[in-house]
């Protein structure tokens, strides 16, 4: 009996101890991922004292920036700004500080389109410090900014080590960019626009990354109400993620895709929005959802991924069409009242999954020599339902452009959709992923080749 008692209380000390591990830091580190561990590393550096919240042109802001640098290296991403940042002076009511950007690229597989850039870009300060007197003594308080900024860093450091994994499926090259000064007007992304960078008619579109990972539901996507840049997550939203961007038409917070968009170049903003600790000495480490930000990194990757290889994204609907060829006649597909539908579904992530990925397969020759990446492919889904016209608008190798425009030409009849209820002409591309599976299995978009 009272080996049963002392068993007993020993279980309770146990479980009380491992809670206080739990509360303090250390047991849950215990059980971490490797993504979680990184991000939480990242987060707990850029969001601390020593950094002294990162006010822009101060020595917080400077080491934030050459931690960037490291990490930007280290993941596989080709720095340009150069040991120190891209610097540039900004004057002050009583002085110039001097502040700084990290750039950093990953090239594009794509012949055609790798001299085109997507930025994928965060701020790298904060508010800084301030001191207060309390009871007669000072007391120095500190803007961690860890949800706000320092999540946006750490989303861009993972977004290198993953695309730089992946580079052979991109299309654009991809500029990383950490913006020094942004707390005062966009300073960092507007140096980036106006004095850096040679010429801005090559930037085709910019993610920007802001306040991320504030919790499990709060993910939102704004466009300003860019219908090219909606129809990615359309599709992303019909793609087996382990999170879905709420598509938002107010603006959630005001970041550096303001910048870009002056400039006429279609932007998209990931944030969690505002959040009670926002701009305030109590957001901390902790407050960040490291489990909603590595699914919010997953989901951020696929649209990078997906923008890099689409149809350069207008900036307006009145802009013209990219592809000259477009014919007189036909819709866009996301421009019909009713959309057309195959299998019963309007979402195209199911005539990829229901009759694409069924039926492709890998060319033997383009397997053996490791040709991977993705197939944009056009066609004409006309007013009676029939696919027509299928042309590739890029691809990485012949063989797999013969190998989709055999598939989707076979394609069954969809239900054709309408335009002020008269049945019409409807044009859609999509991407078809090609990808060589780790472990000496290999797949299209994660299937398994028979």
């Known amino acids: 009996m009272y080996k049963r008692i002392l068993a007993s209380l020993g279980a309770t000390l146990l479980v009380t101890a491992l809670s206080a591990q739990y509360r303090t830091g250390s047991y849950r580190e215990l059980f971490e991922d490797e993504t979680s561990a990184r991000l939480r590393g990242h987060i707990e550096y850029l969001a601390s004292d020593a950094l002294d919240g990162r006010a822009p042109g101060s020595e917080g802001e400077r080491l934030a920036a050459a931690y960037l640098t490291e990490k930007l290296q280290s993941y596989g991403a080709e720095v340009i700004s150069g040991a120190e940042g891209d610097l540039f002076g900004l004057k002050t009511d009583s002085d110039?500080?001097?502040?700084?950007?990290?750039?950093?690229?990953?090239?594009?597989?794509?012949?055609?389109?790798?001299?085109?850039?997507?930025?994928?870009?965060?701020?790298?300060?904060?508010?800084?410090?301030?001191?207060?007197?309390?009871?007669?003594?000072?007391?120095?308080?500190?803007?961690?900014?860890?949800?706000?900024?320092?999540?946006?860093?750490?989303?861009?450091?993972?977004?290198?080590?993953?695309?730089?994994?992946?580079?052979?499926?991109?299309?654009?090259?991809?500029?990383?960019?950490?913006?020094?000064?942004?707390?005062?007007?966009?300073?960092?992304?507007?140096?980036?626009?106006?004095?850096?960078?040679?010429?801005?008619?090559?930037?085709?579109?910019?993610?920007?990354?802001?306040?991320?990972?504030?919790?499990?539901?709060?993910?939102?996507?704004?466009?300003?109400?860019?219908?090219?840049?909606?129809?990615?997550?359309?599709?992303?939203?019909?793609?087996?993620?382990?999170?879905?961007?709420?598509?938002?038409?107010?603006?959630?917070?005001?970041?550096?895709?303001?910048?870009?968009?002056?400039?006429?170049?279609?932007?998209?903003?990931?944030?969690?929005?505002?959040?009670?600790?926002?701009?305030?000495?109590?957001?901390?480490?902790?407050?960040?959802?490291?489990?909603?930000?590595?699914?919010?990194?997953?989901?951020?990757?696929?649209?990078?991924?997906?923008?890099?290889?689409?149809?350069?994204?207008?900036?307006?609907?009145?802009?013209?069409?990219?592809?000259?060829?477009?014919?007189?006649?036909?819709?866009?597909?996301?421009?019909?009242?009713?959309?057309?539908?195959?299998?019963?579904?309007?979402?195209?992530?199911?005539?990829?999954?229901k009759w694409v990925y069924q039926y492709l397969r890998y060319p033997d020759s383009a397997v053996k020599e490791g040709v991977q990446g993705n197939v944009t492919v056009d066609f004409i889904i006309d007013s009676s339902g029939k696919v027509k016209d299928v042309k590739i608008l890029r691809s990485p190798d012949e063989r797999l452009s013969k190998e989709v425009v055999r598939v989707v030409s076979a394609s069954p009849s969809w239900k054709p959709g309408r335009s002020s209820g008269r049945k019409v002409a409807t044009e859609l591309s999509l991407t078809v992923e090609f990808r060589l599976e780790k472990r000496g299995s290999f797949g299209i978009n994660g299937a398994r080749i028979k």
Not at 297 to 324: G, M
């Open 96 to 353: 110039t500080l001097t502040s700084r950007n990290v750039l950093a690229v990953i090239p594009g597989a794509d012949p055609a389109l790798r001299d085109h850039y997507i930025v994928v870009g965060a701020r790298m300060d904060n508010l800084g410090s301030y001191d207060m007197t309390v009871n007669g003594e000072t007391v120095h308080k500190v803007f961690p900014g860890a949800v706000g900024g320092a999540s946006g860093m750490t989303v861009l450091l993972e977004l290198a080590r993953k695309l730089s994994e992946e580079s052979a499926l991109l299309g654009r090259s991809v500029i990383l960019a950490g913006f020094g000064a942004s707390e005062v007007s966009g300073a960092g992304s507007w140096y980036l626009l106006n004095r850096s960078w040679p010429d801005v008619s090559n930037l085709d579109a910019m993610v920007a990354l802001e306040s991320l990972g504030a919790g499990p539901s709060a993910f939102y996507a704004y466009t300003c109400s860019n219908k090219d840049m909606d129809a990615i997550s359309a599709v992303l939203s019909g793609k087996l993620l382990p999170i879905r961007a709420e598509t938002v038409s107010s603006e959630p917070l005001i970041s550096d895709h303001r910048s870009f968009y002056e400039k006429d170049i279609p932007t998209v903003l990931f944030t969690s929005g505002i959040f009670p600790e926002y701009n305030t000495v109590k957001d901390v480490p902790s407050n960040v959802d490291l489990d909603a930000l590595g699914r919010e990194t997953e989901y951020i990757f696929r649209y990078v991924l997906d923008l890099s290889t689409a149809e350069k994204p207008r900036f307006r609907l009145s802009d013209p069409l990219p592809d000259s060829s477009k014919r007189e006649n036909v819709l866009s597909f996301y421009e019909c009242d009713q959309r057309p539908t195959f299998l019963g579904s309007a979402n195209p992530e199911t005539f990829l999954t």
